[in-house]
DNA sequence: TTCAACCACTT
DNA sequence: ACCCTTGGTTGAA
């Protein structure tokens, strides 16, 4: 027998169990094997039984079936099947099939990936460290863990890592002939050329030989670099050694396209090794937010494979970490979502099916107003409140305290199952941003990136988890859960507004979790009262969080803040527009155009720049006596753009594309630049941003009216009048309060171009005064064959 | 000119 | 493989 103690960088299913790779303190690595058969729950309904007897039948040699007993997400005591299966194999199979023949059924463990369910079971997780005990066949014969997944300081293998990218452009080379490859390892950049693929591929399979790295990062690794070098290697009839598992083929997953966050994403295949990790940057959103960092944390709580974790959904991981608890408590986790939503009485309905409670805030500006923020509200209501799909309306507290306004009884009796995973992430995320504020202090960057990218991993599942206790596809989710914590979070936000106006403070507005609090006229500078002001704030911080138990803090104090009013009724403000500036001159922007992706960089730069001098005024009379100024500079602007100076780049608008370009029903600019680089041989599809720029918005035809950016020649320009409208919406999102709202400014603009363009006829179009510049990087290029 | 459907985006 | 709202545009009535 040996004893290897080591952490596991990677696993995946074979035959008979599970291939294991580690790696050691000293960086060698080792590929071990250990016997594992995955498990299945089934509860037969009768009309299901011929097609369980055909199942039975079919896969007679690799069934094991014996009767059991497990509880089920509800405490529910189950009478079940329980089913080994002699490979992880055939996991995926047996599993599709019970789904689809066996539909009266209830069903547990189901399409779950065959490597978690491993690791669920072991109660391991990848880059975890451990004792493995081995036979003299590299077989595993135990496992002893030696780290914790809820640890917040933990060990790290040395990992030699390689990256491999496309040389010189920047933009998703998927429609582009082949490039050069760049490879960058230990400080060196070898470079290697695509008019010699042979070469390539030799020179590419030695350094992978020698140097053997544990982890390849690339870029487009998923969708290009790794499908071309596959093919290169099947022309070719070369083994490339990117896998380190000799008898592996590195595995292309399938691409697909999904909604998140209200807009549709596009993920590549993934491109995966063996016994070697390949990580994607540009197909990871994890990877964008928190590096390689957040990737272990998440696949460390999750039980995720690095691999699959670096390409996953937020969703995904908040699901596995759901299962991780699951399997330690010995509680089945059911195939689809069964439970259907609680009969509720009309009333009951109306009432809980509101969101976070927003208020409507007084418009214009205001000065001296201070922002208190509940951290975390949503998820610690959830933990403080035991709320979960399971401890709504359970069987066995008929006397629970109830949630407010809702009244759904929750149960005291068992901690469910979503505070049991979300627990530690808040005490873990706690921990991590102290340390990330020590780091600061003590000026050491290393150490600060390290927390900060982990926290940051964290709060993504903090942020979505609330929105996944309702979505109708979770295992755990349940709508019931979901209102709750809505309801629970407008009953703290009042709570807090009665609280703060009973200490004397004006209160301005609120949204969700967020208070805005005015001090009392006749300090016209917080600073001048400032000390006063931060103690009193304190206090009234403090006695929230003492009587919600929801933590808050005081976000900061404004010299001025404006809440700029609704498009709808100037009256009311839009709850979730709004820009201030603190005390020490930053700025808070919030859903006005410069925080729009789809802002041209014209009117971002000017609206941000409009900004940036006002954070230097320290009041709102200061502002109002130097508008003859902003406005001055808005109209120089608008002659710049009516005299055809302005750069085309810096009118691009880019949008993503929430379909495919033939499944528009509407012909927006979006659908009409799409369809054009369609026509022109471009692949696009839903999940890609498509750039634009507005050519003649008022054409009768279509195809006129934008042209994709890339494709702007001499023969096109800009139209002057739109963009001159989208500048003047930016101007009127800051200004309004003075005066110059839509109406005015609308009316003003006709009247302006009849004084000032007479001549320009409605369809003009302008000459360019520089020909359109083809920027490299952002220039798309023509698709191969 | 009006308005419903559609689309993109933010919190 | 998430909730809903706001604001803007399109194109037919």
Known sequence: MQKITAWILDVYPDETGMVIWLIDKTGRHFRTHHHWQPTLHLQVAPPDERAFAALIRQYSNHLNIKNDRKYDVFHKWQKILTIKLSSPLILDRISRQIQKNMIHSLYWQGNLDPAQMYLYENGLFCLAYCEFHLDNNNEITKIILKDDREATEFAMPPLKTINIKTAGRKTNPKHALLNDLEIEYEGQTIVLEKDEPRQMLETLDTILKNYDPDIIFSRYGDSYIFPRLDKFCQQARFPLSLNRDTGKNTSFGREHTYFTYGKIVHRAGIASLFGRLHIDQRNSFLYRESNLEGIIELARLSSIPVQKMARSSIGTAMSSMEYVVAYKNDIII?????????????????????????????????????????????PTIMVKFNISPETINCDCCPDAPTVPEIGYRICQKQKGIIP???????????????????????????????????QNALKWILVTCFGYLGYKNARFGKIDAHESVTAYGREILLQAKDIAESEGHEFLHAIVDSLWLKHESGHHHVRHNGEFCEIRLQNLCDRISNETKIPISLEGNYKWICFVPSKMDSKIGAANRYYGCFENDTLKIR????RRHDTPPLINDFQLDLLAQMSKHKNVKAIQKNLPKYWQQFEDLLHNLFDGEIDVEDLVISKNLSRDPDSFAV??????????MLGRGMKVGAGDQVQYIITDAESEDRTSRVRCFGHMDAD??????????????????????????????????????????????????????????????????????
């Open 716 to 785: 096109w320009a800009y139209d002057a009048k739109k963009y001159g409208e989208l500048l003047i919406r930016s101007f009127t999102s800051l200004f309004s309060c003075f005066g110059y709202d839509d109406e005015y400014m609308l009316k003003w603009y006709k009247d302006w171009i009849n004084k000032n363009y007479e001549n320009l006829h409605r369809h003009k179009r302008l000459e360019l005064s520089h020909g359109p510049k083809q920027m490299e990087g952002r220039l798309l290029p023509q698709r191969q064959n």
């Open 667 to 676: 012909e927006t600019h979006t659908a009409i630049a799409a369809k054009e």
């Open 334 to 378: 059911p195939t689809a979502k069964q439970e259907p939503e609680d009969f509720k009485s009309g009333e009951a309905h109306l009432l809980s099916d509101k969101g976070g409670l927003v208020f409507m805030p007084n418009v214009g500006f205001h000065e001296n107003v201070s922002e208190i923020d509940f951290a975390s509200m949503y």
């Open 591 to 594: 859903g006005i155009e410069a």
């Open 420 to 454: 049991e995973t979300l627990a530690p992430i808040l005490k873990k995320r706690a921990y991590y941003k102290e340390l990330q504020k020590k780091a600061e202090a003590n000026n050491d960057i290393a150490t600060y990136n390290k927390y900060y990218l982990r």
